[in-house]
């Protein structure tokens, strides 16, 4: 299996775009900083249809869009986190959430690579 794009991801700004003749607004997810400017390399989208167009709905996909375009320094800092955890844990011999930290790490860390 071949890697996520890597990071880092920025989201674009509001955008109208028109699936099948209907109205959307558009956040992109886009990668790959090349001197300063973005490359426009796609890594996700956001659409909102034009019906649910609410202020509560708008921050809800730009909520998500951010989260989205966060992914590549959470994983890396989930990864740092893994590794002093497991790391305090085998050395110190601790019980009990240790074990349940370190196992919902590593399930985060496989689902986001696809394992």
Not at 15 to 42: C, P, Q
Not at 52 to 61: G, H, I, L, P, W
Request: negative net charge; glycine residues 8%; aromatic residues 8%.
């Amino acid at each position: 299996m071949m890697g996520h794009t890597p990071g880092p991801w920025e989201a674009d700004d509001w955008e109208i775009v028109y699936i099948s003749g209907h109205k959307h607004y558009y956040l992109g997810i886009h990668n790959n900083l090349m001197d300063g400017e973005w490359s426009g390399t796609g890594v996700a989208v956001c659409l909102l249809p034009e019906e649910s167009d609410s202020k509560k709905d708008r921050e809800a996909v730009k909520a998500n869009s951010a989260l989205i375009s966060a992914a590549p320094e959470l994983l890396e800092a989930c990864k740092a986190a893994l590794n002093q955890i497991q790391y305090l844990h085998e050395k110190f011999q601790t019980t009990g959430s240790g074990s349940q930290v370190l196992a919902r790490l590593y399930s985060a860390i496989a689902k986001a690579e696809g394992k």
